[in-house]
DNA sequence: AAAAATTATAAGGTACACCTTATAAAAATT
DNA sequence: AATTTTTATAAGGTGTACCTTATAATTTTT
């Protein structure tokens, strides 16, 4: 139902916001601009700030202000793409009026995957700027990949990662011949296991380690 | 931000799962069902269920089970429509993997307002079923309106609808003689308001009221 | 009618992300 | 150096929507 635990909306945003209104990578933000961008108090401000810094999405300055740590920077770059793919598809395809493409695509930013904003980036001729004339951070991964559970019968691919990752089910992965870069082919779909072939080889994989088996369809 | 207080997410989550949960419109869908769907607590559906009674959304019969009133039904069905509108979307223009689509679907139906969703739909060439079979339920306006304040200047259009309706606004709208179905053209959008041509006068709009005043671009 | 199962309610808790008011610390200005 | 302004922190609160444990009410089954 609610986006199976990954970053939080806030969270994006606010990261979102720190790139936007940075003056430079290096240049601290201060907690003042912030709390003027999203219209909230001080000291609501503050304490996500403090949240943030904490689970090291930021570097939080006191009495400077914040800059991005290489994760948070991530972070805000992909959702940036993202908005600017949505707005393009909101101006371009549905006749959006520009000036309410930002809005939508601040909510939409966040409820479609990476994955799906890649194809709609596809779809649409992957554009380079924004509709209000900014650039688009590039993809960071080159391929679009899928989970092993919702590969079609038949389909070919190459695992592409193992996510999330968990011991138990890497050492399988292992086991099976199934690290990211081989090839495979989807051969049946049971109640409780999907049979590939690997090489020469048929595996039979459960359905819970399929989940975490990520294939880019050939 | 958050988008402008419409209702709940989790609001629309439940009255259109027991729309899709129940037997009939008279039958009772009862509380257990409800909590199976979720995977939350009875003790929580139950809480919630409270709410939504109180609130008007629905009907509740103790020991018995729920039924949607009026408005809890328009609710629900607005929204399934969203949900397999974008279920089409991802199939048929993104190539989503089928069984995919009606997941990522679960968090679009929150993030596009309706206006985009009807745009969506004759993009898609008003698809009558969800890519999974299930017949979209139909549109219940006809139009589709944007904020006068979105208007570009020189459009015409037809006045729709005062939304939200506050009194000194309809009063205004009255005595500039912008009541729903009349004409007009954008004429100029200054700093502080907007002006638009009704017949053969010219109104100059404050941007506050042109917010709350929908056109139909013609 | 009694027992068992289901459903409701009471009570107390959690996380998240906002809020206000008040005080403390640091920085900038005079 | 003293004052003013800015920024941080402490303390207490809100609403939403989940949780568990325990008890009460009702319905269903025996
Ligand atoms: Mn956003
Ligand atoms: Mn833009
Ligand atoms: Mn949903
Ligand atoms: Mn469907």
């Known amino acids: 139902m609610e ?31 912030l709390g003027e961008y999203f219209g909230f108090s001080p000291v609501s401000i503050h304490e996500m700030i403090l949240k943030l810094s904490q689970q090291g999405w930021i570097h939080y300055y ?66 380079v700027s924004c509709p209000h004339g900014v650039p688009i951070p590039p993809s960071k991964r080159t391929y679009i990949d899928t989970c092993l559970r919702q590969v079609p019968v038949g389909a070919r691919g190459r695992v592409t990662r193992i996510a999330p990752e968990s011991g138990d089910v890497l050492r ?26 690997v090489e020469e080889r048929l595996v039979s994989i459960p359905l819970e380690s399929a989940n975490v088996i990520w294939i880019e369809v050939l």
Chains 1, 2 share one sequence.
Do not use: K
Not at 84 to 98: K, Y
Not at 178 to 185: A, D, E
């Open 172 to 197: 399988d992965v292992q086991a099976w011949g199934l690290l990211p870069g081989c090839q495979i082919t989807v051969i049946e779909q049971q109640a409780a296991e999907i049979v590939v072939q």
């Open 62 to 127: 006191p009495y400077r202000g914040v800059t991005l740590s290489a994760q948070g920077e991530a972070v805000a770059l992909a959702l940036l793409r993202r908005h600017r793919l949505w707005e393009r598809f909101l101006t371009d395809m549905l006749d959006v009026p520009w000036a309410e493409a930002h809005e939508i695509a601040g909510a939409l930013e966040h409820a479609a995957p990476e994955s799906v904003t890649e194809r709609l980036s596809t779809l649409l001729g992957d554009p």
């Open 3 to 33: 986006s199976s635990g990954g970053i939080r909306e806030r969270v994006e945003d606010y990261l979102a916001a720190i790139y936007r209104l940075r003056g430079g990578p290096e240049l601290p933000l201060s907690l003042t601009a």
